[in-house]
């Protein structure tokens, strides 16, 4: 998992509430185990006309947007199933830091697992930063402070310490666990001693 510590680019913004995981990657797409390649896919239904051809209103299909790391949403974003090929999604289409005022709880627990930081701020702050979005300028994400940077102005957002500390060191559940690759082989090691038919073929 990719490092987190600053960001800076021009904000998409997608002003829809309730925006389950089946909108952001749809179940004809879930077949794969793979976390590349499915970006394409982002937004299928909404992105795409019937045609498969791109639908030129939809903000992800438009220059600058196209190219945006951070995606301004409504509440209650990443509802419904608890797919993780929605994070996957967003991060294979470019997606590293996504703003709203609430999320689904496994979505975004899922977003930290992927290298994604999510982060809450209120509505009044969500229309203020999304102003950015239609002028096309860029607003800056620092995540050891904590902070968005705008013009002038910056909004202070809160996380959870272990959460912060895995996106800036890069680390996923594996790697997580890899940590403790020594304190896993020592106890291995007692194991074979203490109930050595454990391990009797």
Not at 19 to 48: A, C, H, M, N, W
Not at 185 to 199: C, D, G, H, R, T
Request: proline share 4%.
């Amino acid at each position: 998992m990719k490092k987190f510590s600053t960001l800076k680019s021009i904000p998409a913004y997608l002003p829809m509430v309730n925006v389950d995981t089946d909108k952001i990657i749809p179940k004809q797409f879930l077949k794969t185990i793979k976390r590349t390649g499915l970006g394409k896919s982002l937004f299928y239904e909404i992105r795409y006309d019937n045609n498969g051809n791109e639908i030129k209103d939809f903000i992800l299909n438009q220059s600058p947007f196209n190219n945006s790391k951070i995606l301004i949403t409504g509440k209650n974003f990443g509802c419904g199933s608890s797919r993780e090929h929605a994070p996957w999604a967003l991060l294979d289409f470019g997606i590293t830091c996504i703003i709203s005022s609430s999320y689904a709880d496994i979505f975004y627990n899922n977003c930290f697992k992927n290298g994604i930081l999510p982060i809450i701020i209120s509505e009044d702050e969500i229309k203020e930063i999304s102003d950015y979005s239609n002028r096309k300028e860029e607003i800056s994400i620092n995540l050891p402070d904590q902070k968005i940077s705008f013009g002038n102005k910056e909004i202070n957002f809160k996380i959870d310490p272990f959460k912060k500390k895995c996106l800036i060191e890069g680390l996923d559940d594996i790697a997580l666990s890899l940590e403790k690759s020594d304190k896993i082989s020592a106890y291995e090691n007692q194991l074979k001693v203490n109930k050595p038919w454990i391990f009797n073929d």
